[in-house]
Structures are given as structure tokens and as C-alpha cells.
């Protein structure tokens, strides 16, 4: 009997999932956005205590207030720099997670194709899933980080070459007028990524079900019996978070950011379960008694997680 190749493809992509997927802990990114700040507030205060302690050798008293600003802000664009890198990294991992699915689906329309049932609907559901702004959109947010990274270092350089009152005041006035650009591009940031961040996972998870619904309709033809993938992920008002993040200067972002965040770690949860059941189905169906492990000689977990941001 001829194998099923689309059968070996479900599988490969089962087993192999980690390759694409990661979940993001939304403890871990609450501790990333807060720690630097965190540390800025605290080196800054340190360096402001031994300046003093010393008799002013660095900067003298009167520039005392100026000085703690700058510090204050530069710590507030690390911040933005680090919320950006977050945005970027939640893009690129639902992006990654996407590519997978698109396999997942193809294998199991061939699946049903091989079994002569009709995938028309079900390739029609899959096509749905595709975005062909993906990769522009986690380019673009990507770029936007870069350049925030890019100013933080430019400041950095301007400030720790600062010799005089003249000069510790300009470069105060520096660090205050770069956070209207830096705010602006968070927003841009958040803005351009509603769809890849913030809709994705509901309307991914909306998607996957109803493809499991119609991937069960065929396979009841030939019988083989599935369940249906649960919809765990429901759709929100995008609009009322576009509006807080508006009001916010971008700030809200950073909460929406976690939620979306949870739901998307929500839908892999479940539909690793519900593959998990469905692989052993198609395994026992086609006469399979398992599958062999093809985990040796993949990267390591640190490995994979830096390759899934490339």
C-alpha cells in the first residue's frame, strides 16, 4: 500500500513544533519592562549620592536637578527600547507560529484529499489564515526598535562627553524633546501591529476551529473520528484599545501587549492538546504503531528561541 505522505507531514509538523512555537510568559515580560527601569532610577540615585558625598566632582549642585532629569528620561527611553523589543518579539513569534499552521492545514486537506474526501472548504478556511503583510509588519517592527536602540546610543554618547553647566543643560533638553519621537514611533509600532499582535490570536483561533469543524465533517466520510479543536480565544474590541493607547502616549500598549500576549500562549495550549489526540488518531488509522523520535541532533531550547527571532 502506498504510504500517506500527507499523514508523515501532520506528524513532522506535530513533532516538531517547537521549532516555530514559543510561549512567551507574561510574568517574564512584566520583569523585562520593569527591571531597567528599575536599575536606571536606582544607578541614577546612586551616581547623584556619590557625586554629592564627593564634593560635586562630577557635576556641581546647582546642576544637581538638571542631571537627575537627564538620568530619569534616559531611563525612560531604555524602557521604550526594551517595550519595543517586546512588540518585536511577540510579532516575530505569532509570525512563526502562522508558517507552521499553514503547513499543519495543507497536510491535513492533502490528508483528506488521500482519503478521497473534498478539502475545497477546508483549503478555503486555510487561505484565510495567510496575511501577505506578515513579514512587512515584523520588518517594520523590528526597524522601529532599532532605531529607538539607535537614539539611546546617540544620547548616551552626547551625555557621557557633557563638561559644563552649558552643556549638562543642552543635553537635558535633548533627552526631553527624544521622547516625542521615541513615543511617537511606539505608537506607530503599536499601531502597524494591531493586526500581527493584538487581532491575531482571536482571529487565528476562530479560523482553527472552524477548519477542525470541517476537517471533522470529511474524516466522518471515511471514517475516522475526530474531535473538533475548542475556541478558546474570543474576539475584543480592537478600537477601545487604540483609543487607550492614543490617550496614553502609547503607555497602554504595554498592557494590551501582555493580554495579547496570554491568548496566544491560551491557543497554542490548546491546540498542542488537540494535536497531540489528533496525531495519535491519524497514527492508529493508518495501521502506524508510532512514531520514531526526531529530536536528535535539533539546537537546544536557547538555541531555537534565539533562531525563531531571526
Same mark, same amino acid.
Given at each position: 500500500m502506498e504510504r500517506n505522505t500527507a499523514a508523515d507531514d501532520f506528524v513532522n509538523c506535530v513533532v516538531r513544533r517547537s521549532d516555530k512555537d514559543m510561549f512567551l510568559k507574561p510574568s517574564l515580560m512584566i520583569a523585562s519592562l520593569i527591571l531597567p527601569l528599575v536599575m536606571g532610577v536606582v544607578i541614577s540615585a546612586c551616581i547623584l549620592v556619590i557625586n554629592s558625598e564627593n564634593g560635586y566632582v562630577h557635576f556641581q549642585q546647582e546642576d544637581m536637578e538638571e542631571c537627575a532629569l537627564a538620568m530619569i528620561v534616559s531611563a525612560l527611553i531604555l524602557e521604550s527600547a526594551?517595550? #519595543?523589543? +517586546?512588540?518585536?518579539?511577540?510579532? *516575530? *513569534?505569532?509570525?512563526?507560529?502562522?508558517?507552521?499552521? %499553514?503547513? !499543519? +492545514?495543507? #497536510?491535513?486537506?492533502?490528508?483528506?484529499?488521500?482519503?478521497?474526501?473534498?478539502? #475545497?472548504? +477546508? /483549503?478555503?478556511?486555510?487561505?484565510?489564515?495567510?496575511? *501577505?503583510?506578515?513579514?512587512?509588519?515584523?520588518?517594520?517592527? +523590528?526597524? %522601529? !526598535?532599532?532605531?529607538?536602540? &539607535? =537614539?539611546? %546610543?546617540?544620547? &548616551?554618547?552626547?551625555?557621557? /562627553?557633557?563638561?559644563?553647566?552649558?552643556?549638562?543643560? &543642552? %543635553?537635558?533638553?535633548?533627552?526631553?524633546?527624544?521622547?516625542? @519621537? =521615541?513615543?511617537? $514611533?511606539?505608537?506607530?509600532?503599536? $499601531?502597524?501591529?494591531? &493586526?500581527?499582535?493584538?487581532?491575531? @490570536?482571536?482571529?487565528?483561533? #476562530?479560523?482553527?476551529?472552524?477548519?477542525?469543524?470541517?476537517?471533522k465533517k470529511q474524516c466522518g466520510r471515511f471514517g475516522l473520528q475526530v474531535n473538533v479543536m475548542e475556541h478558546q480565544v474570543k474576539r475584543r474590541m480592537a478600537w477601545v484599545h487604540i483609543i487607550l493607547t492614543i490617550l496614553t502616549l502609547g503607555l497602554y500598549s504595554t498592557i494590551y501587549l501582555i493580554i495579547a500576549c496570554r491568548q496566544m500562549n491560551r491557543h497554542m495550549s490548546v491546540q498542542w492538546r488537540y494535536e497531540e489526540e489528533l496525531m495519535g488518531r491519524i497514527i492508529e488509522f493508518e495501521g502506524g504503531n508510532g512514531i520514531e523520535s526526531t529530536c536528535e541532533g535539533q539546537p537546544n531550547a536557547l538555541v531555537r528561541a534565539i533562531g525563531r527571532l531571526m
Open positions: 526594551v517595550m #519595543s523589543f +517586546m512588540v518585536f518579539c511577540v510579532t *516575530r *513569534r505569532n509570525s512563526n507560529h502562522l508558517k507552521r499552521d %499553514i503547513v !499543519w +492545514m495543507n #497536510s491535513l486537506s492533502d490528508f483528506v484529499d488521500y482519503h478521497g474526501g473534498d478539502s #475545497s472548504e +477546508m /483549503r478555503s478556511i486555510a487561505q484565510r489564515s495567510k496575511h *501577505r503583510s506578515e513579514k512587512t509588519v515584523t520588518v517594520l517592527s +523590528m526597524l %522601529i !526598535w532599532l532605531i529607538i536602540v &539607535g =537614539i539611546l %546610543i546617540v544620547f &548616551g554618547v552626547f551625555a557621557h /562627553r557633557v563638561t559644563s553647566e552649558e552643556e549638562t543643560r &543642552g %543635553i537635558t533638553a535633548m533627552f526631553l524633546v527624544a521622547m516625542a @519621537p =521615541i513615543l511617537l $514611533l511606539l505608537m506607530i509600532q503599536f $499601531l502597524i501591529t494591531v &493586526g500581527a499582535v493584538y487581532r491575531f @490570536p482571536a482571529k487565528h483561533d #476562530s479560523i482553527q476551529t472552524k477548519f477542525s469543524e470541517e476537517f
